[in-house]
């Protein structure tokens, strides 16, 4: 049996949700977390809506509106991955 692509969207949004949030704080200034949130966000859009059946340019607006306003509104110190040992 089949999954029909609208019962994953819920799913996917959350998902995609919550990697924006986690990976929004990329960056020192507000602006970088903005352009690097909006360009995940964009990316994630558009795969979500190739993989749903849904308009592709609409989720990379949705997408990049998200993941830009998420990247804008995070501080530095919200998400502290540490120091990479490499």
């Not at 959350?14 to 949130?37: K, Q």
């Not at 501080?75 to 540490?82: A, N, Q, V, Y």
Request: proline share 2%.
């Amino acid at each position: 049996m089949s999954t029909h692509p609208t019962q994953t969207r819920p799913l996917f949004m959350a998902v995609t949700l919550l990697v924006a949030l986690a990976l929004g704080a990329c960056g020192s200034t507000t602006a970088e977390r903005a352009v690097s949130g909006g360009g995940i966000g964009a990316a994630a859009g558009a795969a979500g809506a190739a993989l749903t059946g849904g308009n592709i340019g609409g989720g990379a607006l949705l997408g990049g509106a998200a993941g830009a306003a998420i990247g804008g509104l995070t501080d530095e110190e919200d998400i502290d991955l540490g120091d990479f040992d490499w």
